[in-house]
């Protein structure tokens, strides 16, 4: 089989080295790829490279959003890929920039977890929900996205900033009183086998989702044909689809940490309806819009010259071409409708505000 990459064990005879933030669901999430690419490749062997702490992991004493870098828990990860360190590496696909460093793309993106926003609550505030919680009750998040719909949608509560990896922030909300609740994504609590600590699911009626929420991606030196083909089998269409429509449109924006962006995708019989917003940092001011799309496309046998066409940093050779550039136009075309109507402005004052906090 040409797929399988040569040598006895490896590729050439050597180990696929993985590499992983040292976090535990960094670990965790890298644990679940590996697990699938043993089940695709039992004669394949695999090993772990546990990385350094990435800057977002260290500095936490800083809003995500003020620290500026785009490739926040990414670019240690990234050095060690172009030093031919590892061979791949496992993200969340949100934390992962719309345009990637010359030299890497996303090779995989598996099925996608739950994309939405869950509420953890104090356990004193159990089998409440945010809008019976007590005026003036503290809500953490470290996300300027959930911040903005939110206070929007419950203004009788204050919204505060809270960092730290998963456990750090169950953590502050347990042993201490200072946060009624915090907002968390469903995929990550998920994971960590801590789903019974969801309190309330957020719908895209309460919150729309980050771009790529939900989806794990697996970054590889473009020009690895062997590692780049080898976890190809990995991607999931319809996820793969819905991600380059989001990337698309967070791109076309240029939209990042520092600005409230968010999406809700749905792939139905084909169509693939893409609904985005974009809010001003206490969601008093918010333009969304949704448009669709058709991607029902054979798949076609796309060799040649465009064999490795990336969308939005994605390389999928498994998903029809023509799907992939209808899913990027829709994104592309909604964040223009949205900049038709004042999306700049709305934008660049919440990076201004952001910036001054």
Not at 218 to 246: F, G, N, P
Not at 284 to 299: A, G, I, N, R
Request: net charge neutral; glycine share 8%; with cysteine.
């Amino acid at each position: 089989d040409p797929l399988l990459p040569r040598g006895e064990n490896g590729v050439d005879g050597r180990a696929v080295r993985v590499g992983t933030r040292r976090s535990q669901l960094a670990r965790i999430q890298t644990n679940s790829v590996v697990m699938m690419l043993r089940e695709l490749y039992p004669d394949l062997r695999f090993e772990i490279a546990v990385a350094m702490s990435t800057t977002g992991d260290k500095i936490l004493d800083t809003a995500l959003s003020k620290i500026g870098e785009k490739s926040l828990f990414t670019k240690e990860l990234e050095n060690a890929l172009e030093r031919n360190e590892v061979d791949l590496v496992v993200h969340s696909l949100k934390d992962l920039p719309t345009s990637l460093p010359p030299g890497f793309t996303i090779g995989a993106v598996c099925k996608r977890e739950n994309p939405l926003d869950a509420v953890v609550f104090h356990p004193k505030n159990c089998r409440k929900s945010l809008s019976l919680l007590p005026e003036k009750s503290v809500i953490g998040t470290s996300s300027l996205r959930r911040a903005a719909q939110l206070k929007k949608k419950f203004p009788h509560l204050e919204f505060r900033d809270i960092r730290g990896n998963l456990n750090t922030r169950l953590k502050k909300l347990d042993e201490k009183e200072d946060f009624s609740a915090i907002i968390l994504a469903a995929a990550g609590l998920k994971r960590m086998g801590w789903e019974n600590r969801i309190g309330q699911l957020l719908g895209p009626e309460d919150c729309l989702y980050a771009v790529g929420q939900g989806a794990l991606a697996v970054e590889v030196r473009a020009k690895d044909q062997e590692i780049l083909t080898m976890v190809s089998a990995l991607h999931d269409a319809d996820t793969v689809l819905c991600c380059i429509a989001e990337r698309a449109f967070m791109k076309r924006l240029e939209g990042g940490c520092s600005v409230p962006v968010a999406v809700n995708t749905l792939l139905k019989d084909g169509q693939l309806y893409l609904t985005g917003a974009v809010y001003s940092l206490d969601g008093s001011d918010s333009l969304k819009e949704t448009m669709q799309t058709s991607v029902s496309y054979p798949h076609q046998n796309e060799d040649g010259p465009n064999d490795d066409v990336q969308h939005v940093g994605i390389t999928a050779k498994n998903v029809p071409g023509q799907a992939q550039a209808a899913a990027e136009n829709l994104g592309v075309e909604l964040a223009s409708l949205l900049l038709s109507k004042g999306a700049k402005h709305i934008l660049s004052v919440a990076r201004q505000l952001n910036d001054a906090r």
